[in-house]
Structure formats: C-alpha cells, structure tokens
C-alpha cells in the first residue's frame, strides 16, 4: 500500500523559515497532486496547498508547496514563522483512488 | 457561507453501531463529493471513503470495506456516516470533508465539519 511518510516534528525560531517534507513510498510523487493541511489543537484541519504548490484563498504567501521527483517527495516550506504556524502538519494524496494521509508533522514554533 | 454540522458526541458499547450526520450549507450539496476523515486520540488522518451527493456512489477505503455505510439525503443536504461492529480502537473524532472546487482530480477538502467524537468502551 501507498505511503507517505513525514517527519514526527520540527521545530524553529519566529522569523526562520522551516521545511517539512512527505516523502512516498513507491512510485511516483510527481504523478499524483499532494495537499497539506494544518491542524491546531482541538481544531479541523484547513488546506493550505492543493495540487502541490497552490495556495488557497486567504492563506498567506509565506505558505508555499514543492515537489522533487528525484527524492519521491513534497515540501512544504513556511518562512517567516509566526508562533500562529504552531500546528500538526499533514501531506494528503491520492494513488489508484485511494486517498492517503502522512502521518503528520508537529511543528513548533520557540 | 459554506458550513458543515455535523452530529454530537457518541457513546457506544463494543458491537455497536453509529450513525454521524454532515448538514451542508452555503453551496449546492450535490456539487461536490463528500468524504470521511477520521483521527484516533493523539493520532494523524486516517481516511474512510466517499460518497457521489448525485448518485449515492460511495467508495470505501478497504480497511473500512463491509464494515462502514455512507449515505446522504439530499432534501435536507445531509451526509451520514454509519460504522458498525465497533471496538475500542474505533474510539476517534469523525470529520465530514467537502471536496473543494479548485481541486485537481477531486483530491483536496475546502470544508470540514468541526468533529464528532465516537467514543467505544464497554
């Protein structure tokens, strides 16, 4: 079955710019869009990329999604880190009709 | 304003069933597919499956295949998610999630409900 992998947690200064990667298991990454979702505690999750590096409305250019097919992963890198970025993280595609998350990434925001 | 309301807190014994609703409004219900998330306590997203608003076409994860039912009723723009034969590990928070329409390939969720908790013990 298809996997996304990601790291448990990252942690970075106010201001620094941080990198989470979701890295697939098989196959191409490249050939299925990836989203990412943030979730603050005891919240839903909101989109903040679809189809690997669109920003929804309203979510702020700081935000920004990229794919590399040669390591089979997506990026999602936030600059400018405010402490409001402290959330779960999560990588969400689809392969074959079957939707999968990453096993999301704790951000913290010190 | 596009919302999604979903059903209060559960509480089932194992071998039980539950049946959590989705009330959409704001859009048109039936134009865009609508999908269930759940998340365990302390876990990540684990998805379950799908339904066609139009049609009723539902398509399941297959971890979830005999086991969960999806339904909707579109004179009251309402969504369903029944999970049967329930055991504890079923304990997690429901989530509704619409398709959103700038979605390549129908794969992103715009809208989610706020959760409902299903709690499974004896």
């Known amino acids: 079955n298809f996997m996304l992998t990601q790291p448990h947690s990252v942690s970075e200064s106010p201001g620094k710019t941080v990198i989470i990667s979701c890295t697939g298991s098989?196959?191409?990454?490249?050939?299925?869009?990836v989203q990412w979702y943030q979730q603050r505690p005891g919240s839903a999750p909101t989109i903040v990329i679809y189809d690997d590096n669109q920003r929804p409305s309203g979510v702020p250019d700081r935000f920004s999604g990229s794919i590399d097919g040669s390591s089979n992963s997506a990026s999602l890198t936030i600059s400018r880190l405010k402490t409001e970025d402290e959330a779960d993280y999560y990588c969400?595609?689809?392969?074959?009709?079957?939707?999968?998350f990453g096993g999301g990434t704790k951000l913290t925001v010190l | 304003q596009i919302h999604l309301v979903q059903s209060g807190a559960e509480v089932k014994k194992p071998g039980a069933s539950v049946k959590v609703s989705c009330k959409a409004s704001?859009?048109?219900?039936?134009?865009?597919?609508m999908h269930w998330v759940r998340q365990a306590p302390g876990q990540g997203l684990e998805w379950m499956g799908w339904i066609n608003p139009i049609t009723g076409d539902t398509d399941y994860a297959q971890k979830f295949q005999g086991w969960v039912t999806m339904t909707r009723d579109t004179s009251i723009n309402t969504a369903y998610m029944e999970l049967s034969r329930l055991k504890s590990d079923d304990t997690a928070v429901y989530y509704c999630?619409?398709?959103?329409?700038?979605?390549?390939?129908?794969?992103?969720?715009?809208?989610w409900g706020q959760g409902t908790l299903v709690t499974v013990s004896s």
């Open positions: 969400q595609s689809s392969v074959s009709g079957n939707w999968v």
């Open positions: 098989s196959g191409s990454i490249a050939s299925n869009y």
């Open positions: 704001g859009y048109t219900f039936t134009d865009y597919y």
């Open positions: 999630a619409k398709v959103g329409p700038y979605c390549t390939n129908g794969v992103c969720y715009d809208y």
